[in-house]
Structures are given as structure tokens and as C-alpha cells.
């Protein structure tokens, strides 16, 4: 099997998974969500230029929904702590209901939780990336331009 790619009996889980959290951002009462993303995301033509127009859009709309902020690291900002992978860092409101951290690799995905230096490490970086990154107002924009 090609290094990154996932095994065709794996893929159902991975569709499956996809449209799962699609169902949550369009709930009656969504949670907030935040993302960076590189710039490479909007920039790397996957699928050629009509599917990749469809995806900014989609982007867009959903960068336009109440409680949802989508923010992108530039290439000018240089590297960053994020290039060696994508992390979700998941919060939850119950104080007794620890943070989540999900990092998928090449190798595999690896779920973090009741580790709490592992989830502060993710967290300062999270913040750190937010800083770096451009403002959320302004995501149709920078994926426009």
C-alpha cells in the first residue's frame, strides 16, 4: 500500500467520519468552531480547477456561519510549528469532560486525552498559529485571491 493512503476498507470509516461532522455544523445550535489552515490548502489544485473553485466556496459559506472562523497561514509567514501535521484539538463545556487532541499521520491517527501535558502542548500552539495566522474576517479574501 502507497505510504498516505488508507486502506480501501478503511475508507467507508473516513466518509463515514466526514459526514458526521458535516451534520454537526448543521445542527439547529452548531458548536464553534475554529480552524487554520495553511495557505497551501487553498493553493494546491487537487481534483483540477472546477472542484477546487466548489471547495473555496464551500469554505467560504461555511466561514460565513454564525460561530464558525476559519483562519489561514500565509506562505509569507514562513514555516511553522503546524507543518509537521494537522491536529484537532476538540474542548467540551463539562469541566469533567477532559479536551481531546486527534493528530492523523501517514502512519496512522493517534487520539490524546486525559494527558494533559499533551493537550496544553497542542493548545499554547494552537494559540501561537492563531497569532500567526491571518483574521478570520478576512478568509474569503485570502481565498479568493
Sequence with gaps: ???????????HKVVDSR???QELVERP?????????DEAVLRREVGGPK???????????????????????RFSAGAHSAMAGPFVHLEFPADNDPD?????????DTLFRDDEDVTAGY???????EDLATPADS???????
Design 19 to 21: 459526514k458526521e461532522r
Design 100 to 108: 481531546v487532541i486527534f493528530v492523523e499521520n501517514t502512519l496512522g
Design 1 to 11: 500500500r502507497e505510504a498516505g493512503r488508507r486502506a480501501p476498507e478503511d475508507a
Design 29 to 37: 445550535e452548531p458548536p464553534e468552531a475554529f480552524f487554520i489552515i
Design 123 to 129: 493548545r499554547e500552539q494552537f494559540w501561537t498559529l
Design 51 to 73: 472542484v477546487m473553485a466548489r471547495q473555496i466556496d464551500h469554505l467560504v459559506g461555511m466561514a460565513k456561519r454564525p460561530g464558525v472562523a476559519i483562519q489561514v497561514i
Design 139 to 145: 478568509f474569503e479574501e485570502v481565498a479568493k485571491s
